[in-house]
């Protein structure tokens, strides 16, 4: 008889704790015991994990720095009929963490990919905030400052951020320029953890909450400002034209121009067009 076809692995994205270890889901912490290897961001937070539930899996890295050599071991291992569960330091993988090139190269390849849902601090933070929306836009770490295009995020939809805390403060300052006093926003800080804190405010008022203690800027942000008004994506349309206008015409006749094609008005767009002249 000819030698029968290797099964092939099965690829098991799974979300972990953020913060609580008890949130583990059941189903998780059984395909974590039943991995033959467990495909961590950071092995060492990931070991907490797997010994608070007697798991002795092996571990291998897969983080920004060494995503694509460890994509192909671990390919390799599915290919041979191993089951490889992947999970990030906190939360779902893929979102704002490794693990997308994996299961893209898994996808290409015919591999079975399972998802194991559980813990995404996106998620609890906007569950937790209360804004009527039909749609959420999910905008993850904002750029460096001279890189941020706010314009593109304003619309009739909450925007979900990840924010580090040396930068929080500097970006919740340019989401008060951009957006004004009263719009609202909630911050979330330390989400299921020992000094977690969930508040809603205008965004005047978020500058002077954060900077009302020294453990206000410490630890995991998430922020989440609420819905603008229908009208913004044209807005935002217009801002993108005008700049291209501006690039040959003087600003006042950009501006002219733009309010004509948009209907934003003219004040308004000349007042743009200045800012961004060099």
């Known amino acids: 008889m000819p030698p029968?076809?290797?099964t092939r692995g099965t690829l098991?994205?799974?979300?972990?704790?953020?913060g609580n270890l008890a949130d583990a889901s059941p189903r998780s912490i059984e395909i974590l015991r039943a991995a033959d290897v467990v495909a961590c961001e950071d092995t060492r937070t990931s070991r907490t994990l797997l010994a608070h539930h007697g798991i002795a899996a092996?571990?291998?890295a897969l983080?920004?720095?060494n995503e694509r050599t460890a994509t192909e071991k671990l390919l390799r291992a599915l290919r041979e009929g191993s089951r490889v569960a992947l999970v990030?330091?906190?939360g779902t993988p893929g979102v704002s963490d490794p693990g997308a090139l994996?299961?893209?190269a898994a996808h290409r390849e015919g591999l079975r990919v399972v998802p194991v849902p559980g813990p995404n601090a996106a998620v609890a933070a906007y569950s937790a905030a209360g804004f009527v929306a039909d749609r959420f836009l999910f905008a993850g770490f904002l750029p460096a400052k001279a890189a941020r295009d706010l314009d593109a995020l304003d619309g009739?939809?909450?925007?979900i951020f990840y924010e580090a805390p040396h930068r929080v403060l500097e970006t919740v300052k340019a989401l008060l320029e951009r957006f004004g006093p009263e719009r609202e926003l909630v911050i979330a800080r330390e989400l299921s953890k020992k000094f977690e804190e969930t508040a809603r405010m205008r965004l005047a008022d978020a500058p002077a909450w954060l900077a009302a203690g020294e453990h206000r800027q410490q630890g995991e942000f998430?922020?989440?400002?609420g819905p603008g008004t229908a009208r913004a994506p044209e807005r935002a349309l217009a801002l993108r034209m005008l700049k291209l206008l501006a690039e040959k015409l003087p600003a006042a006749e950009a501006a002219k121009l733009t309010a004509r094609i948009t209907g934003v008005p003219r004040n308004e767009l000349y007042k743009a067009a200045l800012k961004d002249k060099p």
Do not use: E, G, Q
């Open 12 to 18: 098991y994205v799974v979300a972990t704790p953020i």
């Open 58 to 60: 092996r571990t291998v």
């Open 156 to 159: 009739p939809w909450s925007v």
């Open 4 to 6: 029968s076809t290797p």
């Open 102 to 104: 994996l299961v893209a």
């Open 88 to 90: 990030s330091d906190a």
């Open 63 to 65: 983080h920004a720095h």
């Open 222 to 225: 998430v922020l989440v400002l």
